[in-house]
């Protein structure tokens, strides 16, 4: 049930508000080595290739797979039939969450902000022979040039997203069928929060989380269903590459590489899937 206007707008408040409280303190970032934001190619790439060549049995891929099983041929253009089952990766990095999903997908559309990470996914995409068509820019501005899919998936981008409900609704109008969105429990920098304490001597924030990306997801009145589960981080294989980007993510330089090291816990992570069918409007 959509709820009141006031509390929906509060709901939405609040997940904006938490997420600005996660600025990093100026005095701390002028003196950052480099600036902490944004991913390496290379993590992204092999978080890619392992969904790819092993892909996880969770509750993302199971219900962007059934809703694309259950597809049936739509009519196209020219009074042909088109058995065409594709899905719109918004967020799509280098592909993780998307590629995996051919077959049963026949074609991928991906957005990303990055043009270094969709080159990524479509060097990917040719050596797997899927069509793929890229969409680079910020969603959901570049909504209006972007073609609906049968499925929309879009994994990790909610915590970098502040206003959450015109990105929810561009999802769910692009979709077919089914909206599947993937993030962390907690927000994905709260594992660092304990080096922060030790390299910084600064207490940081722990919200919002996916409770609360879900209240706002239900207020606007989809009937979303979320399924908790956990698996492994993609990215703890690639330990050097990933204490040089928590370095990074901390403002610090490489003579704290040892220290973050030691300290840096890369675990089984909590994670939820929140996922909708499309109401298509009656005719």
């Not at 709901?11 to 600025?23: I, N, T």
């Not at 899927?130 to 609906?148: H, M, Q, R, S």
């Amino acid at each position: 049930m959509t709820l009141p206007r006031d509390r929906l707008e509060g709901a939405g408040a609040r997940w904006a508000a938490e997420l600005e409280s996660w600025a990093i303190p100026d005095e701390i970032l002028a003196a950052a080595p480099e600036l902490p934001w944004g991913f390496p190619t290379e993590i992204f790439r092999a978080s890619a290739l392992s969904a790819i060549e092993e892909p996880d049995d969770t509750p993302s891929i199971r219900r962007a797979r059934e809703a694309l099983e259950a597809g049936v041929p739509v009519p196209a253009a020219g009074g042909r039939v088109s058995s065409e089952r594709s899905v719109l990766d918004v967020g799509a990095g280098a592909g993780a969450a998307s590629l995996p999903l051919v077959p049963p997908a026949t074609r991928v559309v991906a957005v990303d902000e990055s043009p270094l990470l969709l080159a990524t996914l479509e060097e990917l995409a040719a050596v797997l022979e899927i069509p793929v068509e890229v969409v680079p820019g910020g969603w959901p501005e570049v909504a209006p040039a972007t073609p609906v899919a049968d499925v929309v998936v879009c994994n990790h981008v909610l915590y970098n997203v502040a206003a959450l409900g015109p990105f929810i609704i561009a999802l769910d109008a692009h979709a077919r069928r089914r909206v599947v969105i993937e993030l962390t429990e907690v927000h994905p920098l709260a594992y660092l929060n304990n080096l922060w304490k030790v390299l910084h001597g600064i207490e940081r924030p722990h919200g919002p989380t996916a409770e609360d990306a879900l209240a706002v997801v239900r207020g606007l009145g989809f009937d979303a269903q979320a399924e908790r589960f956990v698996r492994p981080s993609r990215w703890g294989a690639e330990r050097q590459a990933l204490v040089a980007l928590t370095r990074r993510r901390l403002c610090v330089g490489p003579e704290r590489d040892h220290e973050i090291d030691r300290l840096l816990q890369d675990g089984d992570r909590g994670l939820v899937t929140i996922w909708w069918d499309r109401v298509m409007p009656s005719a």
